[in-house]
């Protein structure tokens, strides 16, 4: 209990620190932040955001009715799906994720603070009798502070968060899988490209230890994410673990959506490494989704 009230009060240092610099450290030229990628979305969910508790999209939603997984780790699946059917490589994967206000310009300020949730399923709806390998649950809070900090050209820092995420796949057995982690988001932005990098510290509680204690060293101490914005059409990597273990757990992830009505976008991913779901944490593969995107990064 002592552990986690020091990762409490450390969360909230951090986010006074970067409200403090924020107040002191202004752009040294004024800068249009409607123009950057980060700027563009940020008025489209404005237009939403009127009701002070609405909900908005947070990551990417969408829908793979085909996704192609190379090799599913079947060990982990044995004996423990209906009438021990065999996971098949084919199947069906969703994202959902949103994200609400809780406290909306902190004491005058350009901090809010959030709740958010996502959830990633793979469904094997293709199999004798369908079921869900895998469900990984990722509920977050975070402040998010927008800075608008000047940097060369065009670029600028658009946003610094902190934030705190819990995730798991809820099965509560040997297949059970949990991490809490605490973040600091750095988000930098143009006009038409925005970069990401998410280092977070790995809370290694009693259910860490227990069900993955070297998870971290598969899904690696943070996140790293480009997205190039051309027209409607946009170009997504992320990746991690490409610098701890010197790389040997490094894992990518190729996403490119284009538009096919004025509200929904079609969407191609490429996912190759480690962590493809949580139960399958420290297994490689190599999988592909083709589908619908309701929205993207920018």
Request: proline share 3%; with cysteine.
């Amino acid at each position: 209990m002592r552990n986690y009230k020091r990762q409490v009060l450390l969360f909230f240092v951090l986010q006074l620190s970067l409200q403090e610099v924020h107040a002191k450290l202004q752009p040294t030229k004024a800068i249009d932040e409607k123009e950057t990628a980060v700027g563009k979305r940020e008025v489209k969910e404005e237009k939403v955001r009127q009701n002070d508790f609405a909900i908005t999209f947070y990551k990417q939603n969408y829908l793979f009715p085909l996704y192609y997984t190379s090799s599913p780790y079947a060990q982990v699946y044995q004996g423990n799906t209906p009438e021990d059917e065999t996971v098949k490589k084919t199947e069906i994967s969703y994202q959902l994720s949103f994200k609400i206000p809780l406290w909306k310009d902190i004491a005058s300020s350009h901090s809010s603070l959030y709740v958010a949730y996502t959830q990633l399923s793979f469904w094997q709806a293709y199999n004798k009798v369908a079921f869900f390998r895998s469900n990984d649950f990722e509920p977050e809070i975070f402040c998010t502070n927008e800075v608008a900090w000047k940097l060369m050209g065009d670029w600028s820092i658009n946003a610094i968060n902190v934030g705190a995420v819990h995730a798991s796949n809820g099965f509560g057995s040997s297949q059970e899988r949990v991490w809490n982690r605490l973040y600091v988001e750095t988000v930098v932005s143009n006009p038409r490209w925005m970069f990401t990098l998410r280092p977070w510290y790995v809370l290694r509680d009693g259910s860490y230890r227990k069900f993955n204690p070297d998870m971290a060293d598969h899904m690696g101490y943070g996140i790293a994410t480009a997205a190039y914005k051309l027209s409607r059409q946009v170009f997504t990597l992320q990746g991690h673990g490409f610098i701890e273990k010197r790389g040997r757990y490094k894992t990518g992830i190729l996403s490119y959506s284009f538009p096919m009505t004025s509200q929904l976008n079609g969407f191609i991913q490429v996912f190759s490494g480690y962590g493809q779901s949580l139960i399958e944490y420290n297994h490689y593969t190599n999988g592909v989704g083709v589908g619908l995107l309701l929205n993207d990064l920018i």
